[in-house]
């Protein structure tokens, strides 16, 4: 599954994890980065099949690709002047057949599509509502999830439904979170989720305290689980920020992943690590380890913003390392390295 936000929110929610520069010792770890930035952090990979948002070559327009590195194949669908694709997402329908689900907006609105492997097709899901916006969405055994919320812009007074719904078919749609959340995912009966809770505003110097969290609940359950917390200071622009910050909510295999961010005390510091734990148990949480896998421990804001995804042994992450236009990392060879 893929760890990535709704396209609303990315900047707030690709919170980093990149490449250190290490000794060639450290990891094999893999790296495409074409010169001419041919690729986005737009990425999904499941069941060994691994799609990203990109460009065969210089010149050419973004489109999606298939496969890691220059011998991807082009799905033949690509991004208009004027449009946006993002959200990518490898699921199946009804039959078990493997699709790829994501956000095209075009003009001021944003619709879900589907791709379909087999035929090559894509075609629009039937579920947009007068004065909404659907993204981020997924399919699994032909069930949608996918996030609703108002067109940017609208009246106070157009009825918008917010959340995060399952749609069947033949079915209206449930609503599983009442609320929008900066990302999200769904698998095996379990929705994860983020979410940020402000626990007072200071007078002097105008700045709010909170919490940001993971959680996760079985759908159909009323109570979610907390699986991890980090604790935030912010000035009133969001400008400024010290302390811990969660994102890129992912599942895969029972686990739940996510990145967090330390920016220390004063806000200058930035530590980046991706963590896993079991996603309906109480497991402590494991690290990727730096040892075997050196990720971003860097103050550069020029390395953001950054996307993961991850399919059993297999981990993707989209960064922007010094020297390069975007990369993509496969780590291995072998299973990523937890502790």
């Known amino acids: 599954m893929t760890g990535m936000p709704s396209s609303c929110s990315l900047a707030s929610l690709f919170l980093a994890l990149a490449l250190l520069a290490c000794p060639a010792t450290a990891t094999a770890d893999e790296r495409f980065a074409p010169e001419d930035g041919g690729v986005t952090g737009a990425i999904t990979t499941e069941d060994g099949r691994f799609v990203f948002l990109g460009k065969q070559g210089e010149g050419t327009p ?3 690709l298939e496969g890691f590195g220059p011998d991807a194949s082009p799905l033949g669908f ?10 990518l997402h490898l699921g199946t329908d009804a039959g078990m057949r493997p699709v790829l689900v ?7 609105g944003c619709d879900l599509y589907r791709y379909d492997f087999d035929s090559r097709h894509v075609t629009r899901l039937p579920l947009s509502r007068k004065r909404c916006e659907e993204s981020g969405g997924r399919m699994q055994r032909g069930v949608v999830y996918f996030a609703r919320f108002p067109t940017p812009g609208g009246r106070a007074v157009d009825a918008c439904p917010v959340g995060v719904f399952a749609k069947r078919p033949g079915r209206p749609a449930r609503r599983l979170l009442r609320a929008f959340p900066p990302s999200w995912d769904v698998s095996k009966g379990v929705i994860a989720f983020e979410t940020e809770r402000v626990l007072r505003t200071e007078v002097a110097p105008n700045d709010k305290v909170g919490i940001t969290e993971v959680r996760t609940r079985r759908i159909g359950a009323r109570r979610s689980r907390r699986v991890a ?38 806000g200058d510091a930035r530590v980046n690590d991706l963590f896993r734990a079991p996603a309906k148990g109480s497991t ?15 103050s550069s804001p020029d390395e953001l913003p950054v996307t993961f995804a991850v399919d059993g042994d297999d981990l993707y992450y989209y960064s922007v390392p010094m020297g390069t236009r975007g990369a993509i990392t496969k780590v291995g060879p072998g299973p990523p390295k937890f502790e």
């Open 62 to 64: 973004l489109g999606l």
């Open 78 to 87: 690509t991004q208009k002047e004027g449009t946006r694709i993002d959200n």
């Open 102 to 108: 994501f956000t095209y907006c075009a003009g001021r």
């Open 229 to 266: 917390v980090g604790r935030f200071r912010a000035n009133s622009k969001n400008d400024l920020f010290s302390g811990v910050d969660l994102s890129g909510v992912a599942l895969d295999d029972g686990l739940v992943y996510w990145l967090r961010a330390d920016y220390g005390r004063s």
């Open 284 to 298: 402590d949480s494991e690290t990727l380890s730096r040892e075997a896998h050196p990720l971003m421990d860097s």
